[in-house]
């Protein structure tokens, strides 16, 4: 069996441990392979993504011999496996990769089990998505993203990464962690300062920890910044949390949204 990361830098590894893919052309075709999930992709479709506007002469030719010491390559990793990892069909090439061989299929799948998940579950969801986020070892191919397709996937799996840390810190929030997840979540809104609903965890956490001033100045500086940056007001949710908070309301209503928990 053979592990997949895209989740970072392109990693293959086997039970001895990772394996190198060598040649930034052979990288592109296995990211283009992987973020397809096990789906069928044109022929056209890997040599744009793979060469670009700098399309060889022989490109038929060119692609295949990319694909035949990707065979070899995967072949001697698992020598064992009697059928091979790419597999040509009418519609295209198709990397083959079972459930769990795939970090970026993991994580998805734990963050959506998360979103599905009950109020009561926060203990559960914390701990699930805490170890799915842990899978990340830096940008999604490790900053070289390839091609379009490789790129559209990479900004999806990114969206997925914040979903997730949303819900991570909604659950983490419910549990009462107010002061624990303080750091994490001023660096997230930070790192992502027109996010609002970073910034209603941040509230909710500052006030939490018994830091209603502080509370409040984050809610006043992010409303400077959405009127300097894009020219619109707080969303209505972010205005609740303000207000909320502004109330010394000890229980936030349900219709506020999962980030806007019960208080001390």
């Known amino acids: 069996m053979l592990k997949f990361s895209i989740l970072g830098a392109l990693q293959i590894r086997t039970v001895s441990g990772p394996a190198e893919i060598s040649g930034d052309l052979q990288r592109v075709l296995v990211q283009t ?9 044109s022929g056209e479709s890997l040599v744009e993504e793979m060469w670009g506007e700098a399309v060889p002469d022989n490109q038929a030719n060119a692609l295949q011999a990319h694909v035949s010491r990707l065979r070899r390559k995967l072949r001697a990793l698992e020598p064992d496996r009697l059928a091979s990892r790419v597999t040509i069909h009418p519609s ?23 979103e599905s998940a009950s109020p009561d579950d926060a203990a559960r969801v914390a701990r699930l998505l805490g170890e799915a986020l842990g899978l990340w070892r830096g940008p999604v191919f490790g900053g070289f993203p390839g091609g379009t ?18 819900l991570r810190f909604d659950a983490e929030l419910r549990l009462g962690h107010h002061a624990a997840v303080l750091a994490e979540l001023a660096e997230a809104h930070t790192n992502h300062p027109l996010r609002e609903r970073f910034c209603e ?8 920890s018994g830091r209603q001033a502080d509370a409040l100045d984050v809610f006043r500086r992010m409303r400077g910044r959405l009127d300097t ?3 619109i007001e707080p969303s209505p949710a972010l ?26």
């Not at 990769?97 to 994580?107: N, P, Q, T, W, Y």
């Not at 965890?201 to 939490?208: E, I, K, N, P, S």
């Not at 205005?239 to 928990?261: C, F, Q, T």
Request: net charge negative; charged share 25%.
């Open 33 to 41: 392979l992987l973020v397809s999930e096990s789906r069928p992709v």
């Open 92 to 114: 295209g090439y198709r990397l083959v990769v079972s459930d769990g061989e795939l970090d970026a299929a993991e994580f998805v799948g734990a963050v959506r089990q998360a």
């Open 149 to 166: 397709l490789c790129q559209l996937a990479g900004a999806r799996y990114e969206e997925y990464r914040m979903r997730a840390m949303e």
């Open 201 to 208: 965890q941040l509230m909710v956490a500052l006030y939490g």
């Open 229 to 231: 940056e894009l020219g």
């Open 239 to 264: 205005r609740k949390v303000e207000s909320a908070i502004l109330r010394h309301d000890p229980a936030l209503a349900p219709d506020m949204g999962p980030a806007l928990l019960q208080l001390a």
